[in-house]
């Protein structure tokens, strides 16, 4: 007979570096990250080392095929412009890495989803707080505003927030590089100042167009990071209290309580 305890699909993991856990998504949402950022996808799904991969591919690939420089001249109508300074040589593997991710988003997300809807019907039992010898990881209430706020503000300091500690520190120094390449912080001194025209000029664009995304991406995970980690707090709490009061009918939470009554029915 097999005395193992060990759940066969686990709902989440904490390490030193945070919680990773099992959560559906919407794979168009998955699809539009992608696309928005190569590896966003990935990072959403908590699969951070392909999703570090491939962010890592989009810049360097995309740098030196001068990718985002003409896209500006295109945009700008200059034509001739832009097709001398893309490199054909980078190209075609910034387009194939570009298109395996939108792909490969979407098609993980419908198997992801599966396995996380598994994991929800065997419902095992979750550890609100692991210690480690370098960090303490807990699940605590959180508010998804002020994730979404402190990733407008710098982003990765949302992620901090919501105890991503690598990832968040990724995020810092990403975006650091992003800003400084791009003279982001001298052109937005120089606009309080009314100097419009030097603003702008002083800009690198193939830089500067990295940070919409990024800080766009970097508002959502850390909004939706809070929302997640509410919901595990929840699920944790009702799973204590079935524990300690078993035989009683107890739903602190409405919600949870009607997914473990449907667990059980399935």
């Given amino acids: 007979m097999n005395n193992d305890k060990t759940p066969r699909r686990p709902r989440l993991l904490h390490s030193a570096d945070g919680i990773t856990y099992l959560w559906r998504r919407s794979p168009y949402l998955a699809l539009w990250w992608a696309a928005s950022f190569s590896g966003f996808g990935k990072v959403l799904h908590g699969q951070y080392a392909r999703g570090i991969l491939l ?24 034509f001739d412009l832009a097709k001398a300074t ?52 807990y699940l605590e209430r959180k508010n998804p505003i002020m994730g979404a706020f402190w990733s407008f503000a710098f982003p990765g300091l949302g992620l901090l927030y919501n105890q991503k500690i690598a990832l968040g520190i990724y995020n810092v ?12 912080y001298d052109s937005i001194f120089l606009l309080f100042y009314g100097r419009f025209e030097e603003s702008i000029a002083v800009l690198n664009a193939q830089w500067l167009l990295y940070m919409p995304s990024v800080l766009g991406g970097s508002v959502y995970y850390g909004y939706i990071l809070a929302v997640d980690q509410n919901h595990l707090f929840m699920v944790e709490q009702q799973q204590y209290f079935e524990e300690r009061y078993k035989g009683e009918n107890i739903h602190i939470f409405p919600s949870i309580g009607e997914e473990n009554v449907t667990s059980q029915h399935i």
Avoid at 173 to 184: E, T
């Fill in 55 to 78: 962010t890592l591919a989009e810049v360097f690939v995309n740098l030196f095929s001068h990718f985002n420089e003409a896209m500006v001249y295109s945009l700008c109508g200059r």
């Fill in 173 to 184: 120094l990403w975006w650091w590089i992003f800003a400084s390449m791009s003279n982001f």
């Fill in 86 to 137: 893309l490199q054909p040589r980078w190209m075609y593997g910034y387009l194939v890495v570009y298109i395996y991710t939108l792909w490969d988003s979407y098609r993980s997300t419908l198997t992801y989803n599966r396995v996380s809807h598994l994991a929800e019907l065997e419902n095992a039992r979750i550890k609100p707080m692991v210690i480690h010898p370098v960090e303490i990881q």
